[in-house]
Each structure stands twice: as structure tokens, then as C-alpha cells.
């Protein structure tokens, strides 16, 4: 994908306030109109760290949902007893395709969560330009809540209580890194269903994987909070990579028959 017609170089001169706003806007839609963009379905490998446990899985994505497979654990190949298993459960999903539609309800309710934080970004929050970013290629910009913005869900409840920073790359007008995190506490579920206390934080990056497809690479959140009365720690990291284009309508039963190859 070439450069975007308003995109400009980083390392020129520095934004006036309007082109900032400007590029923030374009870059934020263009956020939003990736996320309900499907079409193009990817293979990659998830490696998902948490204090007590890391796992590396391939996930093929489909027309269906989702497939993983299991790779290590902590490090370590599956052992011929666990790969085993993996093998009876892949051939267990496939056999029942009730199992994959409720996995892609799941994913659906997930995703329309996503759009529902993605809408509100333009709105919930008051964006600085403050120069190039440390990397050299993106420029940079703080973020504070908008004290003019509503929550109008349970979704962007926290947004209100959130600050950090942006890099956008100014050709592309993407987001390559956001990290943001609670100024204060913040209850969801009017303080009955849940809380999040002051200083947790998440982080994304982002890139192009090739033809002008980004994706996210790296998230690390470390939340903590109270969710139904139980006290609960988050501390988890994701890293994506290996991506490798499937082709568009795959569905789940071809990705399963090719894991198991």
C-alpha cells in the first residue's frame, strides 16, 4: 500500500495544532475502518506470557472464527502424551461445529466491545501534539480525558479516567504504539460488578506485516482490581508474529485439516 495522500514524512516541520488534530482524526478512523475489515484472514504464532505460564500457539484465522493450535509450553514442544490431546481435541471441534459457532459468538462480542472503545477514542480523549517520537519515524502525542465526554456504556467507562501517549505514523496514518494508563480508579457496574485501581496500564504496537496489512504485535496489560467481589491481578503479555496471508473464505474445517497435516 502506497502513502496516503495527506501523510507527510516525519522529521518535518513541527504540526500546528490543526494538522495534529487532523492527523489524529484520519489515523483514529483509519483504526476503525482496519478493525471492521475481515477480508484479510491471516496465519500466525501467539505467544502469550503470563507470571505463571507462557504459551505459543498457531491461530489461523476463518471465515468461522479462530483456530489454534497448541505449539510449547513454557518453551517446552508438547509432549507426545499432550500433542496427543491436542490432535483428539482439533478433531473434537471439527466433528462438532457447535463448538466453533459459539467460539466465533465470543469473538463477535469481543470485537464489537473493541469498535465500541475504538468510536469513542475521538471524543473521549484531548490529544497534544508533542513532537517526533523517540523512534524517529512517527509523531508522537499525549492524550488526557475529555472532561466534556459522557460514557454512554460500560465500555468506555475506564476512558474516563485514562491518560498516556500515541505514535502515529504520519504516511501510513496508522497507530503504531498507544500506551495509556488509570490517573484514578474506576468502577464499572455502578461499583458492584467491578473496579479497576489507579496506576494500571496496557500497551499496543503495532505494524505493517506485509502488503499493507497491520496488525497488532505486542499487548501488555497489568491491571488490577475487584471483579464480583474477588480481588484479581492481570498481568498478561501477547506477541504476534510469523503472519503469513490464508486465503479469503477459508473456513474453520480447512485450517483444522491443515494444523493437523
Known sequence: MGPIAHG???GAAALTP????????????????????TSHPMRYELRKTSPRLATTKEIYETKDGEVARLL????????????EQEQARLSDLLANPAKQRHRKQAEDADAGRALTVLRALPTAFVYQYAGTAPNGTAERFTFRPNPDFSPPNLETQVLTQ????????????????????????????????GRLNKGGWVAIDQEDVGGGIW???HFKMQM????VFKNRVFDTTEDESGFAPLPAGMGYGKAIERMKE
Do not use: C, Y
Not at 27 to 36: D, I, R, V, Y
Not at 179 to 191: A, P, R
Not at 224 to 227: A, E, M, N, P, Y
Open 72 to 83: 510449547t509450553v513454557n518453551g517446552q514442544p508438547l509432549l507426545p502424551t499432550d500433542e
Open 162 to 193: 485514562m491518560a498516556g501517549e500515541i505514535w502515529i505514523d504520519p504516511v501510513h496514518e496508522r497507530v503504531t504504539h498507544l500506551k495509556g494508563s488509570l490517573q484514578q480508579s474506576v468502577d464499572f457496574g455502578w461499583g458492584i460488578l
Open 224 to 227: 488490577s482490581g475487584r471483579v
Open 18 to 37: 490543526a494538522e495534529a488534530q487532523a492527523l489524529v482524526d484520519r489515523a483514529l478512523a483509519n483504526e476503525l475502518k482496519a478493525a471492521q475489515d
Open 215 to 217: 496488525r497488532t504485535v
Open 8 to 10: 507527510r514524512p516525519a
